[in-house]
């Protein structure tokens, strides 16, 4: 079973940001905190990772709390094009490569 | 750098036939693993190969097998389908460091339909 938990569905207004929790409580010490999206009918595409300390790359940001048992995804300025299932994972990834997806989050931006 | 591809990306069999899928990975990616996408089961982890080796398996009946080749293209075979096989299969491949950490790029996926 996927050890995340997130929201079914989001909206959120095109030039907003897009603010996606994900909670997992269980997250164990050595578990990255992984972040997929999906546009329709096409491959899971890789976002962003974090073990502890916050980052952002040129897609999003990924903020990890303290405890390490929730994080949120930032899409700063969200476009129709980032319409997608937004998938939230905690693998141990630097053992094998074995993903477990949840049901993610079906992110529609509205124009 | 291309990505992973998979070919072919749409395929229509039959209940009964076999079907084998291939994947090439990312040019100097080591690692490729399979996935099984439905409606109803969503996103499931088939198996992993590592130089040559499977080195992970996900809870599916043994039609489904699948091999990795010296080159690190993969193929996948399922045999007998059942119309519960109708899905997007898709490939991701991985650097696979020794102890580093691994990130998965998926391909786009070959749909298949079974009549």
């Known amino acids: 079973d996927a050890k995340t938990t997130q929201p079914t569905s989001m909206d959120c207004a095109e030039g907003r940001a897009a603010n996606l929790p994900c909670n997992h409580s269980t997250i164990s010490g050595n578990e990255y905190v992984y972040w997929y999206r999906q546009i329709h009918s096409q491959g899971p595409q890789y976002i962003i990772h974090?073990?502890?300390n916050n980052e952002t790359n040129e897609m999003a940001s990924l903020i990890i709390t303290e405890d390490r048992k929730s994080s949120t995804l930032i899409l700063p300025h969200a476009t129709l094009r980032d319409t997608a299932v937004y998938y939230c994972?905690?693998?141990?990834?630097?053992?094998?490569?074995?993903?477990?997806f949840g049901k993610g989050t079906r992110l529609h931006i509205l124009p | 750098k291309a990505g992973v591809t998979q070919t072919p990306r749409y395929l229509i069999k039959t209940r009964g036939q076999q079907v084998t899928l291939s994947c090439s990975p990312i040019s100097g990616h080591r690692s490729v693993s399979w996935y099984q996408q439905t409606p109803g089961q969503g996103l499931q982890f088939l198996f992993e190969?590592?130089?040559?080796?499977?080195?992970n398996k996900g809870n599916f009946p043994g039609r489904f097998s699948g091999r990795q080749f010296s080159n690190s293209r993969s193929e996948m075979n399922v045999s007998t389908l059942e119309l519960g096989d109708s899905a997007l299969y898709l490939c991701?491949?991985?650097?696979?460091?020794?102890?580093?950490?691994?990130?998965?790029?998926f391909g786009p996926g070959t749909r298949l339909l079974v009549l």
């Open positions: 994972i905690v693998r141990v990834a630097d053992r094998d490569d074995k993903i477990i």
């Open positions: 190969y590592f130089s040559e080796t499977q080195r």
């Open positions: 991701a491949s991985s650097l696979a460091p020794s102890g580093g950490v691994k990130t998965q790029y």
């Open positions: 974090g073990l502890k």
